[in-house]
């Protein structure tokens, strides 16, 4: 069965970097797009932008532009997400989400059960 | 930039029928999908494509599309239905994914 297991939580402190990764089973990695999603405390979903899974190319949503990267490791059927300069605002679950497809577009079917990042001095 | 309006917040009683809808500009010409995200759960998809439900989703799930306005019923609210629900579109004129603001549907 499909399977997104994401890393643990963090603790990190203003300024700091921060990878959470994104482990995916049960289907063939590359040929689904992955998206992330991230959900501030007591708010709603915000989509970050998704990787293309095949070419290794990504799109990022306003506002995510400039400190956080996707990025892949196909040998191992895993996606990552670096955010840096990391700041108090931060501070969400992010989690990884399955798309239906290759490309961006459609629905997310499958989703990981989240990472919590808390920014604090 | 494209807005989804959903309702903060939704109750029904027990064994009633949930309507949860999702407003916006010419939603009917998109492709609509739900989430349902239990208390300190990841989100997970109860509604694909405005209509079609992933198996394992119960038949008490539905959705709707028409003019300006998606709707995900619930038929037969069970307790273990009090969620909050997203609404998401694809908004191609921007490339971007867009969900709703979420709507907290309480089981009286």
């Known amino acids: 069965q499909v399977q997104l297991v994401q890393s643990g939580s963090e603790l990190k402190k203003p300024g700091a970097s921060v990878k959470v990764s994104c482990k995916a089973s049960g289907y063939t990695f590359t040929r689904y797009a992955m998206n992330w999603v991230r959900q501030a405390p007591g708010q709603g979903l915000e989509w970050m932008g998704w990787?293309?899974?095949?070419?290794?190319?990504?799109t990022y949503a306003q506002g995510f532009t400039g400190r956080f990267v996707f990025s892949l490791d196909t040998s191992v059927s895993t996606a990552y997400l670096q955010s840096s300069s990391l700041k108090a605002e931060d501070t969400a679950v992010y989690y990884c989400a399955k798309g239906s497809t290759a490309v961006a577009g459609l629905d997310f079917d499958y989703w990981g059960q989240g990472t919590l990042v808390t920014v604090s001095s | 930039s494209y807005v989804l309006t959903q309702p903060p917040s939704v109750s029904v009683a027990p064994g009633q029928t949930a309507s949860i809808p999702c407003g916006g500009n010419?939603?009917?010409?998109?492709?609509v999908h739900w989430y349902q995200q239990r208390p300190g759960q990841a989100p997970v998809l109860v509604i694909y494509d405005g209509s079609d439900r992933p198996s394992g989703i119960p038949e008490r799930f539905s959705g709707s599309t028409s003019g300006n306005t998606a709707t995900l019923t619930i038929s037969r609210v069970e307790a273990g239905d009090e969620a909050d629900y997203y609404c998401q579109v694809w908004e191609s004129s921007s490339d971007n994914v867009v969900f709703g603001g979420g709507t907290k549907l309480t089981v009286l």
């Open positions: 990787i293309n899974t095949d070419t290794g190319n990504s």
């Open positions: 010419n939603i009917g010409g998109k492709s």
